[in-house]
């Protein structure tokens, strides 16, 4: 589990004020999460490369996207045949 380091004690002879040591905090904080999330695009980017190097993934992916924009298809096209026949109604 990760625990926050405690912000750096100021010493004889250091040179920023006093209220940039908490910055100095803040700053780190935000380099570590970003370093964090970095991690995890790449894990998430390695996992869907090995996927998609596996045979038949990409191919099953490809029937299941072609049957999901076949199935919007025909409901848009069943929607717009309804809205037409509604509107030649007297």
Known sequence: MY???SPPAPAPGYLLPEGAHALLHEV???MQRLA???AT???NHDLTAHLLCQPGVLAQCLR???MRINVA???CSCLAQSTSDTQEAP
């Open 41 to 43: 695009e790449q894990a």
């Open 73 to 75: 298809l025909r409901e």
């Open 64 to 66: 299941s996207l072609s």
């Open 28 to 30: 780190g904080e935000v």
């Open 36 to 38: 964090a999330l970095a």
């Open 3 to 5: 625990t926050a380091p």
